[in-house]
């Protein structure tokens, strides 16, 4: 998930266009708000305090090449496990007598089935794209004011849309901060969902479920808000 937005954040950049521009900007000067690391990463990624042709130069490398990188190895670190570890059982197949369940190969059987997957994405995207091309807006301009009701993607709309709501101080933190600070937390949660549910106890699956429905009902909800807001 995190590589997946950062392929949106650093993609965004690149089309060069006041839109792009300014909410790389917002993004930046949130993260930049981050405690210790916050700013010393915000100013790496820009090449500097401000945003130019460096910070353009660094999206570009970032997204056609360290992001895909680390992608490709994620997902080859994943398949290793899958095959060491073995697929996880539901319970209802867990239950069924040893006679009625069956498995098939990883190779070639599954690939084939995941490639064919792969193939009609594609062209899903393919067609998207055909059909409805991304167009350019008017060249960014470092030195003009930010266009009015700008927003980002859809898929930074819910963290957006929470941040407007937040209050601009919460007692002596900076309520942008803790708005920050309150998603990198809850969002985190979702990393020791397999630490936590083992499988060993039902009510901890049930607590871990429960935990997803609720963040994934949260982040439509600020889409949604945010999209006509």
Known sequence: M???LGFGFT?????W????????????????????????????????????QATLSRFFVIHVALLPL????????????VQLHGMSE???????????????????NFLLKDLLVWLLALNGLAALTTLYPWGLGAEADPFGAAPDGIKP?????????????????IGPI???????????????????????????????????????IVLLLGSIVFTIWGALS
């Not at 993609?11 to 089309?15: A, E, M, Q, R």
Request: a neutral charge.
């Open 153 to 169: 993607e859809w898929y930074f709309l819910a963290p957006f849309q929470f941040l407007k709501i937040v209050p601009a101080k």
């Open 17 to 52: 266009d006041d839109v792009s521009f300014f909410a790389t900007k917002i993004g930046l000067d949130i993260a930049s708000k981050m405690p210790f690391l916050g700013e010393p990463i915000a100013n790496l990624l820009r090449g500097g305090h401000a945003i130019g």
């Open 90 to 108: 539901p319970a209802y197949f867990k239950a069924l007598s040893a006679a009625k369940k069956t498995y098939e190969k990883f190779f070639p």
């Open 174 to 212: 900076e309520g942008e901060l803790f708005g920050a600070l309150l998603m990198v937390i809850v969002c985190s949660g979702l990393i020791f969902v397999p630490f936590f549910d083992k499988g060993d106890d039902p009510s901890k699956a049930k607590i871990a479920t429960y935990y997803g």
């Open 70 to 81: 680390l992608t490709v190895g994620l997902m080859g670190l994943h398949l290793l496990f």
């Open 11 to 15: 993609g965004y950049l690149l089309p």
């Open 2 to 4: 995190v590589l997946t």
